[in-house]
């Protein structure tokens, strides 16, 4: 019987690896043969080789910009030192490298961008749901807000955002540049709605017997939330959560088209302006590159989740 049990989970582990390895092989081989019968305006569609080249030119671009800012501060704190040594009441001034961002750069850009615009939309959605939740009269006057909001595109708020962006964030020495803003504002308004949605579904489902010991202890409205409501609703705010991040992260490269933030979105957009014959192979990198920084986001949070949450069964299906 052990033997057999043994088995059992040695073939399921092997499933779980190789039938995953299939699919992607599986993938690529049809993807290789379709590309070679598509020719555009820029030539032939890059097949799996001509993007395996153009990640490895992404990546010693890479390098070599490093190494021209490398250089660049190096000169620059050899000729500072030589001034204050001439003159010592000389106060040095470090100059940033303003060279053009890189792959890698952009791809930072686009994580923080995200990752600003998801904190914002969480910060308003979780309490807020929270309280549409607990409260049917609050959830009554709000759906129809969710209702009416929750499907717009974000190319539909884009411009709107932009012109609120320039005409209320004005400052001669910005924090944040406004491309920036847009695009990070543009996320928050469509990651709002999944996880506002969700928790407050999870707190309005909240099992009765817990109301119950809330009431026998004579929990104040405080300790209500955090003892009994939030450990109760984790599982259903995770999921909105994820969702939530998922959506932001598709929205995100949209956004950097149009708002020019130099993200992934702007590479994309930059590179099928420019036009070359390697342009496609490179935008194909961009996408592959979306689309495992999505998987990994998602991975992320089911982590977070698991490890925060009572419900240790969430997938990532």
């Keep these: 019987m052990k033997t057999n049990m043994v088995k059992d989970k040695f073939f399921a582990t092997l499933n779980a690896l190789l039938l995953p390895i299939i699919g992607i092989l ?129 190319l539909a708020w884009l411009p709107l955002v932009t012109m609120v962006v320039s005409a209320v964030y004005v400052s001669d020495d910005p924090m944040f540049s406004k491309s920036f803003v847009t695009s990070a504002f543009t996320v928050a308004l469509c990651c709002l709605w999944p996880t506002l949605i969700n928790t407050a579904v999870g707190v309005s489902s909240i099992d009765k017997d817990l109301i119950n010991v809330s009431k026998v202890l004579r929990l104040n409205a405080f300790n209500h939330v955090l003892k009994i409501v939030l450990p109760s609703s984790i599982p259903a705010i995770f999921t909105g959560l994820r969702l939530s991040l998922g959506i932001g992260w598709m929205v995100l ?58 419900d240790k069964s969430a997938t990532l299906r």
């Design 253 to 310: 490269i949209a956004a950097e088209m149009l708002a020019q933030n130099p993200g992934l979105g702007k590479f994309v957009w930059d590179e099928f302006q420019n036009g070359s014959s390697e342009s496609l192979a490179r935008i194909m990198v961009a996408v592959l590159t979306i689309g495992i920084i999505g998987f990994a986001l998602d991975r992320l949070m089911l982590m977070l989740q698991r490890k925060v949450s009572w």
């Design 26 to 154: 599986l993938f690529v081989a049809l993807w290789a043969a379709v590309a070679k019968n598509i020719d555009t305006s820029l030539g032939e569609f890059p097949g799996p080789m001509a993007v395996w080249e153009q990640s490895s030119v992404l990546i010693d671009e890479h390098n070599a910009q490093q190494e021209k800012a490398e250089a660049f501060y190096a000169r620059q704190e050899e000729r500072n030192a030589k001034r204050v040594a001439d003159d010592p009441s000389y106060a040095a001034k470090v100059r940033p490298f303003t060279g053009a961002p890189t792959f890698f750069d952009q791809i930072w850009t686009s994580l923080y961008t995200v990752s600003i615009g998801f904190l914002m939309a969480s910060l308003i959605a979780v309490p807020l749901g929270i309280l549409c939740g607990l409260s049917k009269g609050t959830y009554v006057a709000i759906n129809p807000l969710i209702q009416l909001f929750k499907p717009v595109s974000p």
